[in-house]
């Protein structure tokens, strides 16, 4: 079946640091991809999603490119701030299913 | 103010007790789903209804029921033959199957 995969947390950086988070997936055919994340206690906010190959998406400084010769969709934040402490899903969507990785949890540091 | 509302934000259950979570969207969408978080995991489908007056069973369905009589309402009942419902209930809704879904604020059952 389909699936995401997220890098493992937790991940602890200093303020201003470039941030990573890796998410490949697998999927019998074209998925449209997401980033949401979850501040503490809250429910998911999109962050922001890509539906078809090298599409590019972005918000709030975040960015993720959908890389279909590598399954990919890795979020990428040039200068992180404390406030982007959270935790982070990638999901997918194909044959009208939302598929969520496991979260990769962010701390930033001051 | 448009979104959508889940109520209580935390709740209570005693043992053999039902209770029910409430999910209310006035982003006039058509789909509605729920989801259950346990800690360190992803989300898991329980239920999602694509129209009003029908549902389908998710992932985990067994000891939860749900009902859909309005466009803006889906509740979720955790029922007593769910062994294990401490957990933090997510409804989330989307203008059509498949396409983009937007999540509520949870509600977090505890098992006294």
Request: hydrophobic share 30%; proline share 4%.
């Amino acid at each position: 079946g389909d699936s995401v995969t997220q890098m493992e947390g937790p991940v602890t950086l200093s303020e201003e640091a470039f941030l990573t988070i890796n998410c490949t997936y697998t999927a019998t055919g074209y998925p449209s991809l997401f980033w949401y994340v979850q501040y503490p206690g809250e429910g998911l906010q999109l962050l922001l999603k890509a539906t078809k190959a090298d599409d590019k998406g972005s918000n709030k400084g975040f960015e993720a490119t959908y890389r279909k010769e590598t399954t990919s969709f890795h979020l990428e934040k040039g200068s992180v701030q404390v406030s982007d402490s959270a935790v982070y899903f990638c999901a997918l969507t194909l044959n009208e299913k939302l598929t969520f990785g496991t979260g990769t949890r962010l701390t930033i540091i001051p | 103010d448009g979104g959508i509302t889940q109520s209580p934000k935390y709740l209570f259950r005693k043992e053999g007790q039902n209770v029910t979570l409430s999910c209310e969207q006035n982003l006039n969408h058509d789909a509605m789903y729920w989801y259950r978080q346990d800690p360190g995991q992803g989300l898991r489908l329980i239920y999602y209804s694509q129209i009003v007056n029908d549902f389908q069973k998710g992932d985990i369905a067994e000891g939860y029921s749900v009902s859909r009589e309005k466009k803006e309402s889906f509740p979720l009942t955790v029922t007593s033959a769910q062994k294990n419902p401490t957990a933090f209930y997510l409804c989330a809704t989307s203008w059509a199957e498949g396409e983009t879904q937007y999540f509520g604020p949870g509600t977090r059952l505890l098992v006294l």
